[in-house]
Every structure is written in C-alpha cells, then in structure tokens.
C-alpha cells in the first residue's frame, strides 16, 4: 500500500507510518478540500483512497533480501534485566544468549524512535511481559518484549527487558536520515566480548555483514 | 545571552520520513507559530524560535523586524512592554527578556526574513532525540547566535531618535483559536469503544489535569481512573499529535509534537487540529473538558481557521509591502 500511495499520492499527503498490519496516513485536509473531485467530508474522500490502495495495490515482492548480522554483548553490565528474565523464565544467562541468537528475525517495522527495528518472532522460551514502568535504557540496549526484540538507537525511557548492547549505531543524522534497519530485513545476533565491544565502539565502525 | 528553560527552532513540522521512526516534532501551537511569521511577511513554514517559561535573554545585534505571538511571557526589551501579535522594529544593542509569565505555555519569536538556519530532511524543526535540525539539533545555550537570513533592513527610515523599538501598525486577531481554552474537542478513536459505558461517560463529564511531567513529546493527564470492557495487548500501529491514549495505570496521555510515530496503547480519541493551538497554551495544573464532535464538525473548524489566517497572511504581506515601498 504504501508503494503504491507514492506512485499514486495525493497533494496533500504528508506522511505515512508502516507498522505490521496497519497503515497510518498523515493528511492535510485544507490542500486536498481543494481537489475538485472531492465532495463532502475529506475524511470519506481519504478513507476511499485508502480503499482503492487496498484493493488496487499488488502485494510486493519483499523490499529487503538482506540478513544483517549484529554483534551484540549480552555482559551483565550491558543486560540490565537479564537476571529478572533468567528468574522468570528459568533459564540460565548461557541458555538466554543461545536461544537470543539461534533464531533469525525479520525486521516488521522501524517506529517508535528514529531507527528503532521492531523484530519478531523471539523464541517461546523468551517471551515474558515488558516491564510494567519504563526506566531508563542507554542506546544500543537489545531488548524483548512479548514476541518481539528491538534495539533502542537513542538513549530513553524504555519498557522492554534488556539483555545485552550492540556497538553499532542505528541512526545516523545525516541527510538522509539513515537507518541501519529496514523493514524486510532478516537479523542475526552474534555474541561478542566486553573488550570487543569496546574495540568496536572506539572505531566506531560500521561493521556490519550483510547478504543479498 | 541567557538561555531559557527550552527555547528550540521549530517549523510547521517534519513530514514523509514516518516510516524510519522519525517523527514530525514542529511548533506545539502552530497557529502562534505561522502567526508570527505571517506578521513580518514569511512564509508559515519558516524558521521561529519557540520559547518555554523561564524564557530567554535576547541581544539584538543588528537592527531587527521581529513579532512575538503565543504565550503571554510579558516581552520586554530592555524596559519597555512590548505588544504580541504584532510587528516590532527592534533597535540594535537592546535585551529582549521575558520577565514575567501572564498566561499560556510557549511563545513565538518570528524575525523578517527567517532564521538562517539549514533544513534537515526538508524542515527546521529540531529533533531533540536524533540531535538533528533546527540549531544544531539541540536548545539555545548561552552565547548562541541566531543569524538572520534577511541582512537588509528596510526600516530604518522609520526609527525615531531615542526609541528602542517601533510597533507597525497592523496585528493578528488572535482571540478566536483559544476561546474556551477549557474544551477541548475530539473525535473518537479506533479503540474509543473498548471503553466501559461508565468511562465514556467520565471521559466526556469530567475534569482532566494537565501533570507536571507533561512536555514536548505528551501531556500527562490525571484523572478520573478509566476502564475498558475487558483487557486488550494492542500490537503497534501510527499515532499522531493529538491521540489520546489510555495508560495501563488507567489514566490519559495527549500525544504532543514529540509524540513517537507508533505506539501500542489503545487509542481513544484525537484531539481535532483546530483545537491543538489552544491545547498547547494549557499549563500543568490546567484542567479542562473533552466535548465530542464528528469528523464533518472538526473538518469545518478546521477549514474557517486556515481560511482566517490565510486572509491574516495576505493582509500582512500587503501591509509590509506597503511600508517597504513607501521608504
């Protein structure tokens, strides 16, 4: 859908937001008012744009065939809740990591915050509740939440459990506002020392292994 | 000179990178903001200074054409008030400070010409999260300097010996978008009847307080403790600025200019655009009223305030052309 509203938008149309199953459009109703197929309510004239992008639009081969490795230190300095989730799920520190970075995920959307990648689907034996309150989480922190992991680019308030800080950065304020992450990606973690971290942190790196 | 407690370049806001997680930030109160720009004869769209209470200490370097819409921060350059919501000739070598707060929660500093600022993914505004756009993606400190875009001071003519500034003489009506500051309308949202019987009853009955911990990115709303029918997990989907969600601890929050582009909280309603002027003029302690109305009602507001300003703006820029011509 979202294709195809940019091949076939709208003066008017400001945004759109991707999220796993719903489309989100931002909309200024005093420029499209003046469209002159447009009769009553702007609401009832989008809302049938949206329809026919339903309807019309073809589903698309996924946009991304890449498999992004990340590296991921899951030290207990880094995984600020990894001893409530070894508690909560019985498992040991050893058995969370092996399990974290034994499945592939793909990336469903990146919202939230600039270039946060949700990713699903975590492994049955790590799914457990975010946590009832948000506190704060340094950037980098890798984190899961029901059936989803994600990574936070910034530091904030973050309600996933976190075990573990990936080096790399996800956001990059340059002119394109680029993400690390796009949706379609495939993931794969990799468990990497503290020192390692600091190595990679330090070049500030972009390391990344990717496949088409 | 002084920094105040947020001061921020904003725009009319960021639009068309929603789907990377990058949200629209903008002006709180667009109207004040294209306001004020309209008054020295920009563009809305241009760069303005939004300013939070304590405010800032300004010196003004250069013979300058300014306005301040917004709050009521009473401006006042060296001793003098200063009138809002109209053009200013500013002499050089003068401190704009906002001494006192009369009303409201943000004001809009315009200067003729705009701020000299660069575009981050086609807008001023500043991401205060990403440390990008507006001023080095971040609050005036002290020591910041503001460029103009505009080095031509058309006015100079017009200065009188011995006075610090000169009000032009047309202003903005500004009464009518913050009328009854404390009904504030919506329409109902796509989880608007999740909601028990009772609490749509409360939502729309009783008074709502803005909290102290309200700021850029929502207001906290305490309240009567709402319920929904029965407990839902929401996966994720698109917010926008002025989506009401409820909390799991059963009280509100109103999703401001900083809002994130997703969330997974039940949505109940949205503020209508004509009213989220007057919504971001309401401090903490403020209470007010939700009033329900349909989408045709919230369009047709919506449509009378843009086709004011738009007769505002064309007035404005006849007015200083006008002046420019006539010196």
């Keep these: 859908m979202q294709a195809w509203l940019q091949v076939n938008g709208f003066d008017g149309l400001k945004d759109i937001i991707v999220a796993y199953s719903s489309l989100t459009i931002i909309y200024d109703p005093a420029i499209i008012k003046k469209i002159p197929s447009v009769q009553g309510p702007v609401f009832e004239w989008v809302k049938q744009k949206l329809s026919q992008a339903y309807y019309l639009s073809l589903p698309q081969e996924e946009d991304s065939h890449r498999i992004i490795r990340l590296p991921v230190c899951y030290e207990d300095e880094f995984g600020i809740d990894t001893a409530h989730v070894s508690a909560s799920q019985q498992l040991s520190r050893e058995d969370i990591v092996n399990i974290h970075t034994a499945s592939t995920y793909r990336v469903y959307m990146i919202g939230f915050l600039p270039g946060f990648p949700y990713m699903a689907t975590l492994d049955e034996r790590l799914v457990l509740p975010r946590k009832p309150k948000p506190v704060p989480v340094i950037a980098g922190s890798v984190g899961i939440a029901g059936s989803q992991t994600g990574i936070y680019p910034f530091n904030s308030p973050g309600g996933w459990n976190i075990i573990g800080r990936t080096p790399i950065g996800l956001f990059h304020p340059d002119s394109h506002g680029s993400t690390l992450f796009r949706t379609g990606d495939r993931v794969q973690f990799y468990p990497i020392s503290l020192k390692a971290f600091q190595e990679m942190e330090q070049q500030e790196l972009v390391n990344i292994k990717y496949e088409e | ?327």
């Design chain 2, 1 to 327: 000179m002084r920094p105040g407690l947020q001061d921020t370049i904003q725009d009319m806001g960021r639009y068309g990178y929603g789907s990377r997680g990058i949200n629209e930030g903008g002006a709180m109160d667009r109207y004040a903001a294209a306001a004020a720009n309209m008054l020295v004869g920009n563009e809305n769209g241009e760069a303005v200074l939004e300013i939070h209470f304590p405010g800032p200490h300004i010196l003004f370097e250069q013979n300058t054409l300014i306005s301040i819409t917004g709050a009521d921060f009473t401006p006042t350059l060296n001793d003098h008030a200063l009138p809002m919501w109209q053009p200013i000739i500013i002499r050089k070598n003068t401190i704009l400070h906002f001494p006192s707060l009369a009303h409201g929660a943000r004001c809009y500093l315009a200067v003729h010409g705009g701020f000299d600022i660069d575009k981050w993914l086609n807008s001023y505004s500043t991401h205060l999260k990403a440390g990008a756009g507006g001023f080095h993606g971040r609050p005036i400190q002290k020591g910041d300097i503001l460029h103009c875009r505009e080095s031509t001071f058309y006015f100079a003519g017009m200065m009188k010996e011995g006075k610090d500034y000169l009000p032009l003489h047309w202003r903005a009506a500004y009464n009518k978008p913050y009328q009854l500051p404390h009904e504030i309308s919506f329409v109902p949202g796509n989880e608007w009847d999740f909601l028990t019987d009772a609490s749509k009853e409360a939502f729309t009955q009783s008074n709502f307080i803005i909290h102290p911990s309200s700021d850029r990115m929502g207001y906290q709303i305490k309240g009567e403790e709402l319920q929904l029918k029965e407990h839902v997990e929401l996966i994720s989907t698109g917010v926008s600025f002025g989506t009401v969600q409820l909390l799991p601890n059963s009280q509100l929050v109103i999703l401001m200019a900083d809002h994130q582009t997703t969330g997974g909280y039940p949505r109940l309603g949205h503020i209508i655009s004509a009213h989220l002027p007057k919504l971001a003029q309401l401090r903490p302690s403020d209470s007010f009223r939700f009033t329900a109305v349909d989408v045709a009602t919230a369009e047709s507001l919506l449509f009378s305030q843009v086709q004011e300003q738009a007769i505002i703006k064309r007035a404005c820029m006849d007015h200083l052309n006008e002046l420019i011509c006539a010196q």
